[in-house]
């Protein structure tokens, strides 16, 4: 049965990892994603999940006990943050290059140095590149709904791909939400059981993973994974759709809010999506035509259905809560920029950098970003591509 | 006892057609280990000379299931494998009269070093796992860099000797001793020279329940620069000089497998080998007397060790 209770972000995982019973789950902790691992790790003690629970003496070993299980022929997940995904880099492209459909929840945090242990997404887009499906959560429930779909999206044979599932850190992980959590069996069934594509443990077939390639077949090989990420979006579409017919709650590549008049927009992801939602109610209410486009599916970037979706508008903010040291802004913004490059009709777009180590993102601050598009609308010209959100200059 | 005969006769999980150097010691070595069990068996193997030189797509050497996702994480590797085994025989998805074995293999660079850390951490969680390191004193797969295995007074070519310097400086690490000390149920050194030795010790370490790791020294006429065809002599003579002590630990006892009768000195083995050669100027004496008195006393504290 379907049951409302009041959980945080890392429980919501821990609780659909209990209904889910990966085959091994390999963690190493560290904050905000601790009580993710400790939840399981005491699950497992008290006998409610009967899969194999391991823990590591790091994050790089965490993440290569994954490969190894994964490999051999089983349901797979880890949870870590920052420093660990930093410290998983290497083993992360080897997850994806293997083809192994592993499932990581991401309490999202900055990265050292300084250390901090508060939420941004510098740890996720620090692994855009390597080969792993990335989908970000507003809040506790889309954490769940999310963690329960990467499995039917990484396990998909024409994906094959690893997929992690991001909620910030202590604004999601450790926020109280009352959730839907739905019946044990249901998310059984729609998860499935789990179909394993050339298990070592089919010791017959005598199979040799992992060789390596020289210049005669490196790039076919990479071109084929690439293929697998290129497949998931009609994948990610139809689960979402699926889980919407089950569960009530739909899920696309991103959510439009009061869009379909606007005139400007913000882009932003994950939990200050909330945030940005009462600022936009409000400028509502004094007439002004905002709305907010909040993207779910970062990887694969749905680049076509996003510009499509902002290139009416007159003016584009896109907020990103990491940055991209020298390069021509954040990733976000270097990505919806150049999605826009191709269409004649095209909005003026700045961005705006926010919330690094934590720093709070309020009501005002978006109002303050929507007073700047309404310039920028009005004018037609961005006069600096790039600005700080609530920093001391 | 096995009889050569009966393990000739035996097929071959590690065959012909790789790309090891003539005279190295690796194929011997496993080719005897994986002799030691017939039961299915999985190897996760981390990056080195036996991984590069046994599959290079799309041809593979491995006539047994084999993984390699790293350098540093064979240990890590194979303990996933052995974790997912478990798992599925609790749920039944895998027959429960279905055994299998979990090994994982490297060289010097990807166990002492490197890959020490994923290895203490698997068997201090007591993975059911066997795990080989072929020690060939170096990082022999990119050319014969220093590793701490490396030997006192050798030259590497990221310790290189030279007109300031009489080679590496440093004494080699322990490992042996290291994986003793996480109270494991078995370990063990041995040499490819005594088939008998390995074998055996290979066959204990298949045979116990938890983790188990063995350490074999392998020749290496690359990086040692010696006379291909001198590996074995050399291996005997790393034996007799008490440089590579044959000798195991079960459950925290020591017993010395092999004492010379009459322990041989040191220059014995060093003198065939081109990275001692300036060992032998006369301004280096004092390193190869050093040499000679490490030995001496790691020798008395084994045999101490063995009479507790």
């Not at chain 1, 930093?86 to 140095?113: C, D, H, K, Q, T």
């Not at chain 1, 109280?176 to 443990?201: R, S």
């Not at chain 2, 590996?231 to 459950?251: F, H, M, N």
Request: proline letters at 5%.
């Amino acid at each position: 049965m379907s049951t409302l209770k009041t959980l945080n972000g890392n429980q919501t995982i821990a609780e659909a990892v209990r209904q889910i019973d990966p085959d091994v789950v390999a963690a190493y902790p560290i904050t905000p994603s601790t009580a993710i691992v400790e939840t399981i790790a005491k699950f497992r003690a008290d006998g409610l999940i009967s899969g194999e629970f391991v823990c590591p003496e790091s994050e790089h070993s965490a993440m290569s006990v994954c490969i190894g299980a994964a490999s051999a022929g089983g349901r797979v997940m880890t949870a870590t943050a920052s420093q660990g995904l930093a410290l998983m880099w290497e083993m992360l492209y080897i997850a994806a290059g293997l083809r192994l459909p592993i499932v990581a929840a991401i309490a999202n945090r900055s990265l050292s140095a300084p250390i901090n242990i508060h939420g941004d997404h510098s740890d996720t887009m620090g692994a855009r590149d390597s080969g792993w499906i990335q989908i970000y959560s507003e809040g506790c429930q889309e954490a769940y709904d999310n963690f329960i779909q990467a499995f039917r999206i990484a396990e998909h044979l024409d994906v094959r791909t690893p997929v992690l599932v991001g909620l910030d850190g202590f604004i999601i992980s450790h926020s109280l939400e009352v959730i839907q959590v739905e019946d044990d069996a249901k998310v059984k069934k729609f998860v499935g059981e789990y179909k394993p594509v050339y298990p070592l443990f089919d010791t017959d077939r005598k199979m040799t993973v992992g060789p390596i390639d020289f210049t005669d077949y490196y790039f076919e090989h990479k071109r084929s994974q690439i293929e697998g990420i290129e497949n998931a979006p009609p994948v990610i579409e139809a689960v979402g759709k699926e889980f919407g017919k089950t569960f009530g709650r739909e899920y696309g590549f991103f959510e439009e809010y009061r869009m379909d008049d606007a005139e400007t927009c913000i882009v932003v992801m994950s939990s200050a999506a909330g945030t940005c939602k009462d600022a936009i109610d409000e400028l509502r209410s004094e007439g002004k035509k905002i709305g907010l486009l909040k993207p779910r599916v970062f990887r694969p970037f749905p680049h076509q259905k996003i510009a499509e979706a902002l290139k009416k508008t007159k003016a584009v903010a896109v907020l990103d809560r990491s940055s991209s040291p020298g390069a021509f802004g954040a990733p976000l913004f270097t990505e919806i920029r150049s999605a826009l490059y191709d269409y004649q009709e095209r909005p003026p777009i700045v961005n705006y950098v926010y919330g690094l180590g934590g720093r709070d993102i309020m009501v005002e601050h978006f109002k303050d970003v929507a007073q700047k598009l309404e310039k920028i609308a009005e004018t037609g010209k961005v006069e600096e591509w790039l600005g700080y959100i609530n920093l001391r200059e | 006892m096995a009889k050569l005969k009966d393990l000739a006769s035996m097929e071959d999980r590690l065959v012909a057609g790789h790309g090891l150097c003539l005279g190295c010691g690796i194929p011997l070595i496993f080719k005897m280990v994986l002799r030691a069990t017939e039961d299915p068996l999985i190897i996760a193997n981390a990056t080195g000379c036996l991984e590069v030189c046994t599959t290079i797509f799309p041809r593979t050497s491995w006539n047994v299931t084999w993984i390699h996702s790293a350098f540093e994480n064979a240990a890590a590797t194979i303990a996933g494998v052995e974790a997912m085994y478990k798992s599925l025989k609790r749920k039944g998805r895998i027959p429960k009269d279905k055994k299998i074995k979990f090994l994982g293999v490297g060289g010097d660079g990807g166990t002492y070093d490197i890959g020490l850390q994923a290895l203490s951490g698997a068997v201090e969680r007591g993975h059911d796992i066997v795990y080989v390191c072929y020690d060939n004193n170096a990082y022999a797969n990119t050319g014969g860099q220093r590793s701490s295995a490396t030997p006192f007074g050798a030259s590497a070519t990221t310790s290189p000797e030279g007109s300031q310097s009489p080679g590496k400086l440093q004494w080699r690490k322990d490992l042996t001793k290291i994986l003793v000390a996480h109270n494991i149920p078995y370990a063990a050194q041995s040499s490819p020279h005594r088939w008998q030795d390995l074998y055996n010790k290979a066959k204990k370490a298949f045979e116990t329940e938890g983790p188990a790791f063995l350490n074999v020294l392998c020749f290496c006429p690359t990086e040692w620069k010696y006379d291909e065809s001198q590996g074995i002599r050399l291996a005997q003579l790393a034996a007799d000089t008490c440089i590579w002590p044959l000798y195991e630990v079960e459950s925290g006892k020591y017993k010395v497998n092999y004492k010379p009768k009459e322990k041989k000195p040191v220059l014995e083995w060093l003198k065939p080998q081109g990275r001692f050669r300036h060992l032998f100027k006369e301004e280096n004496a004092p390193i190869l007397e050093e040499f000679q008195k490490q030995v001496d006393r790691d020798w008395e504290e084994l045999l101490k060790l063995e009479s507790f």
